[in-house]
């Protein structure tokens, strides 16, 4: 009889993890928030600077779960999944994708502590598409969060 293994990364309520997966984060020293993130809006769609001081670390744990879930994604996916819609007072709201400087120092950061490597596109291959995935280290880290 094999012995199945529990994934906390799907048991768990996807809010509930990604808080418990922030507080991991803040205790790794390579994963600080930078001083300009107070000064600036997460995306175009967004009227007001981010207010949560526990922003940046709550937005790793998310982009740190998606990268789980889908295996591979670049910075451009990862702008379309954080975006909003943009009021522009009497017209229609429309669509804005989310700034891309955050997520990019997030990859960054955890490329640095060894949870992500970029993985190059192969040209005329389908399934092969550039952007970052998780190495051993990032899965196991993010398998032990409970």
Do not use: C
Not at 40 to 52: F, T
Not at 133 to 144: A, N, Q
């Amino acid at each position: 009889m094999e012995k199945t293994e529990k994934n906390p990364v799907y048991e768990l309520n996807a809010q509930e993890y990604n808080l418990k997966l922030a507080e991991a984060l803040k205790k790794i020293p390579e994963f600080k928030k930078p001083e300009w993130i107070e000064f600036v809006k997460s995306g175009m769609g967004k009227a007001r600077p981010i207010d949560d001081p526990d922003f940046w670390h709550k937005r790793a744990a998310s982009i740190l779960r998606q990268i789980y879930k889908k295996d591979t994604v670049g910075t451009n996916r990862l702008r379309t999944k954080y975006g909003s819609k943009k009021e522009r007072g009497a017209r229609p709201e429309e669509f804005r994708r989310a700034g891309g400087k955050i997520i990019r120092t997030i990859l960054q950061q955890s490329d640095k502590v060894g949870f992500t490597e970029i993985v190059k596109g192969i040209k005329g291959v389908k399934g092969k598409k550039p952007g970052r995935k998780l190495t051993e280290k990032g899965r196991k880290f993010l398998e032990e969060i409970q």
